[in-house]
């Protein structure tokens, strides 16, 4: 079995953080750029955030700058996004995704996905 798990979401007040997980198995994340997205009701699906294969290159969508960062730990197979100053307009499904080597912010590009995990900002 080839899957991701993401884990870490719930239910907080504007301002707050949470740092999103996700653990992958049956596979190796050394080769793979971690890929970041979510998609709010009644939306379409949208790129958050990217860290490629040696971690060197990190993607961030405007909206997310300076409150999110990407991070990964090849040696535990996992990915992680530190969401800080969280907004409702956070508020959505969060998914990982992984593709070969480098990022892309179409999600179509991404081979493996996770379930998700729900971020409420709310207060």
């Known amino acids: 079995q080839l899957q991701l798990v993401e884990s870490g979401g719930g239910l907080v007040q504007p301002g707050g953080s949470l740092r999103l997980s996700c653990a992958a198995s049956g596979f190796t994340l050394d080769y793979y750029a971690i890929g970041w997205f979510r998609q709010a009701p009644g939306k379409e699906r949208e790129g958050v955030s990217c860290?490629?294969?040696?971690?060197?290159?990190?993607n961030y969508a405007d909206s997310v700058k300076g409150r999110f960062t990407i991070s990964r730990d090849n040696a535990k197979n996992m990915g992680y996004l530190q969401m800080n100053s969280l907004k409702p307009e956070d508020t959505a499904v969060y998914y990982c995704?992984?593709?070969?080597?480098?990022?892309?912010?179409?999600?179509?590009?991404?081979?493996?996905w996770g379930q998700g995990t729900q971020v409420t900002v709310s207060s």
């Open positions: 860290i490629s294969d040696s971690g060197g290159l990190n």
């Open positions: 995704a992984a593709r070969r080597r480098v990022c892309s912010y179409y999600s179509s590009e991404y081979n493996y």
